[in-house]
C-alpha cells in the first residue's frame, strides 16, 4: 500500500501552477533563476541535491498516482523543505513539457557552478560543449560525461541552455551530479583549463589526430577536456585551433559519421580508460 497522495491541491488557475508553467521559457527561468525537472529519475535526484543556496527542489506537483508509486520521493521533498502539491492531470499537463507525463514535476533552483570553481579542483576530465545547440544532444552529452567519471561538465556562451526542459530530460538526472559551468566563452574555458594543466582535444571528424593513434602512442593518460561542437557542421576552423590536438573518431565500417552524442561518449570512455588505466570500469545497472 501507498502513502496517500500530498495533502495539498492545486487549482489548474492557481499562480504556482501558472509560475511554473512559465519557466518552459528562457527569459522566465533565468530571470527567477529557477527550472523544471521532470519525471521520477529527475525530481528524485534533485530531491537529493543540495546547492549554495540550500535544498535545490523548492517545489513538487505529483498526482494521487505518482504518489502512492513513489512515496518516498514525495516523503524526501516534504522533509527536505520543499513545498508539495496535489496535482490533477490537468495541472500535470500545463506544467508539463512531455506528451505523456509521469506524475511527477519539480521546480528546482538554478545549480550551476562558476567555472573558477571548477578549475579550483583541479579536474581530470572535462566535457565542454562549444557550439552545441541542441538540447537533447547536451543533456545527453551531460549524461555520458557524468557515466565516464567526468569532473565537469562546461557549456560555453555559444551553446544551448542548460536548463531547457529537453536538456534536463536528456539528462537523465546526471545534471544533479557533477559540476556545470554555463555562458563561458570558448577562449576562457579553453585558456582557464590549460593554465589549469588540462590538455585540450578538440573532437572533429576530420581531425588530423587518431584516437586510436593518441591511445596506442599512450597520450591520453594526463588531464584532458573534450571540446564538441554543432553535430551538423562541427567545429569552426577558430575553436579547432584552439586546441593542443583536433582529434577524429575512426570508423572502421562503412557509416559517414557518428553523431554528437555517441562520439562524445566514445571519446570520453578513451581518456577515462587511459587515466584509469589498469582501473577497469565501473559496472552499469539498468535503469
Given amino acids: 500500500m501507498g502513502t496517500p497522495a500530498p495533502a495539498e491541491p492545486i487549482s489548474p488557475r492557481s499562480p504556482r501552477v501558472a509560475a511554473a508553467k512559465r519557466l518552459a521559457r528562457r527569459n522566465f527561468r533565468t530571470k527567477e533563476r529557477r527550472f523544471l525537472a521532470e519525471g521520477p529519475q529527475a525530481v528524485r535526484e534533485a530531491v537529493g541535491h543540495r546547492g549554495p543556496g540550500g535544498p535545490t527542489l523548492i517545489e513538487l506537483f505529483a498526482t494521487a498516482e505518482a504518489a502512492e508509486r513513489y512515496p518516498e520521493i514525495v516523503a524526501e521533498a ?17 506544467v508539463s513539457q512531455t506528451v505523456t507525463p509521469q506524475g511527477l514535476v519539480g521546480v528546482c533552483r538554478f545549480l550551476d557552478s562558476p567555472f573558477e570553481e571548477i578549475l579550483r579542483a583541479r579536474p581530470r576530465l572535462v566535457a565542454v560543449l562549444a557550439h552545441v545547440r541542441d538540447p537533447g544532444n547536451a543533456g545527453t552529452v551531460l549524461r555520458c560525461a557524468d557515466a565516464a567519471g567526468a569532473d565537469a561538465v562546461v557549456l560555453t556562451d555559444a551553446s544551448v541552455d542548460l536548463y531547457n526542459p529537453k536538456s534536463v530530460r536528456a539528462s537523465v538526472g546526471s545534471l544533479f551530479h557533477l559540476p556545470v559551468a554555463v555562458g563561458v566563452p570558448v577562449e576562457q574555458a579553453v585558456s582557464g583549463l590549460r593554465a589549469a594543466g588540462v590538455r585540450i582535444l578538440a573532437a572533429d571528424g576530420a581531425g588530423e589526430h587518431d584516437l586510436d593513434a593518441e591511445l596506442d602512442a599512450g597520450t591520453m593518460g594526463g ?20 586546441a593542443d590536438a583536433v582529434v577524429r573518431v575512426p570508423i572502421h565500417g562503412k ?27 565501473r559496472s552499469v545497472t539498468p535503469s
Fill in 223 to 242: 588531464p584532458s577536456a573534450w571540446v564538441f561542437g554543432n553535430e551538423a557542421w562541427g567545429l569552426p576552423e577558430e575553436t579547432r585551433a584552439l
Fill in 78 to 94: 516534504r522533509a527536505s523543505g520543499a513545498r508539495v502539491h496535489h496535482a490533477s492531470d490537468e495541472v500535470l499537463a500545463e
Fill in 255 to 281: 557509416a559517414e559519421s557518428l553523431n554528437l552524442a555517441t562520439a562524445a561518449a566514445v571519446c570520453l570512455y578513451a581518456s577515462a580508460r587511459a587515466q584509469r588505466a589498469s582501473g577497469g570500469c
